[in-house]
Nanobody, 123 residues
């Protein structure tokens, strides 16, 4: 069973930056991704990356501002968040698949989830 632990969330002013980290342990992971959920909203796709780290994909709302990366040797996934906006405020969840190398945008392809880390962007 894979365990995922997110960190790096916090309070930041609009236009600022944060880096989220997700430490994986307890097993081998393949594709990984970040999702977020704001109060009263569905959990939405943010970014995903393949096992090899190639061809990352992003939601249109964050493309050009966020960067997803991974360090397989360290078992860690990252999300570099720049030019943050108030609408980016949400709980950010790390997800991992033990079945697929290809990055997917749908939550159903991920069988491991972290507990989430809160990101709050003030204006």
């Amino acid at each position: 069973q894979v365990q995922l632990v997110e960190s790096g969330g916090g309070l930041v002013q609009a236009g600022g930056s944060l880096r989220l980290s997700c430490a994986a342990s307890g097993g081998t992971v393949r594709a990984m991704g970040w999702f977020r959920q704001a109060p009263g909203k569905e959990r939405e796709f943010v970014a995903t990356i393949s096992w090899s780290g190639d061809a990352p994909e992003y939601a249109a709302s964050v493309k050009g501002r966020f960067t997803i990366s991974r360090d397989n040797a360290k078992g860690t996934l990252y999300l570099h968040m720049n030019s943050l906006k108030p609408e980016d405020s949400a709980v950010y969840y790390c997800a991992a698949s033990t079945d697929y190398n290809f990055p997917y945008r749908d939550t159903k392809y991920y069988d491991n989830w972290g507990q989430g880390t809160q990101v709050t962007v003030s204006s």
